[in-house]
């Protein structure tokens, strides 16, 4: 296996970021990584690139040992950090990606060639030249991503967040991007809050809950695993109290997640909730799950009924 982690933990003071997180991956696809603010993404992408070291367990990235070959590792891989920022307003795009690749060990003529091609695939001509100060946020990020997917000497590219900010258009063409690099034999393995990205994107998603890992494998069997089979969800904007206790007293089997003043039922009676939701007078909206419900799924842990 390309990716090996085992029985990884991070405790930082009295927070356990990370719990016994073992998993194995191959090279050729992309593995994302979904859970709630907190779940342990971040942690568990650093320790795997060898940036920061776990409390206990370990990690071989391509054969390697990420703590005692970190030398080896940082060679091969590429990491776009999550808070990562535009310092130096009076680089230009070209500068950025240029200087990454010269940092990276690549000859001045290679690197302003692979800058010339990313520049074109992340559409970046009209601002290649332009300092960064004078770039909007979105426009920078997108220049960070361009940055990463120049470095074509990695065999891993880490996307922490990556896709925040981004227009649709640019996503779209970023997907495009990310598929590309994993179907040329190269690992890609980001976390991301959005559930589109991920859907569209990633060969195997990785739920983490707490830094757990509380289920593991496509799209479609994630949903399965932590929804049980249910297809449809139940959206009340503006829920009146009680709600739950209503459902319940009345025999159904739902799980209620409530988010500020928004209600999400999760049963396989979606026609039965929703008969008694209408004797009540609640309006409401029935949608297809997908995998922001996971998400939401977990952010109440005490929630269930
Ligand atoms: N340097 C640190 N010192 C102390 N605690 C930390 C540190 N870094 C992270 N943590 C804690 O570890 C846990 C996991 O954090 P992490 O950043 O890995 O989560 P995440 O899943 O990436 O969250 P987000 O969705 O907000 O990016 C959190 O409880 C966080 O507060
Ligand atoms: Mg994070």
Redesign the pocket.
Known sequence: MDLEVFNLT?I??D?V?LSNVSFSHKRGSVLAVI??????????L?IISGQLRPTSGSVRLLGYDVVREFGKVRDLIAFLP?DIRAYFYTLTPRDYIVSYLLMRGYSFNDARRRAREVIGDFELEEVADKHVMNLSGGTIRRMFLAMIFAADDAEVYFL??AFVGLDPRVRVKAWGIVRRVARSGKLVLL?S?YMDDVSTVADRVLV?SR?RIIADGSVMEVLESVLGGVRRKIVIRDSPAQLRETLADLGYHVTVRTVGDMTFIYTNDVGGVASTLSDYGVRFEVNPVGLEDVVIMLGGADEHS
């Not at 859970?35 to 568990?44: D, F, H, R, S």
Request: no cysteine.
């Open positions: 991070k930082y003071g927070v970021a859970g709630p603010n907190g779940a342990g993404k971040t942690t568990l650093r999550q922490d967040e976390a809050h983490l830094g």
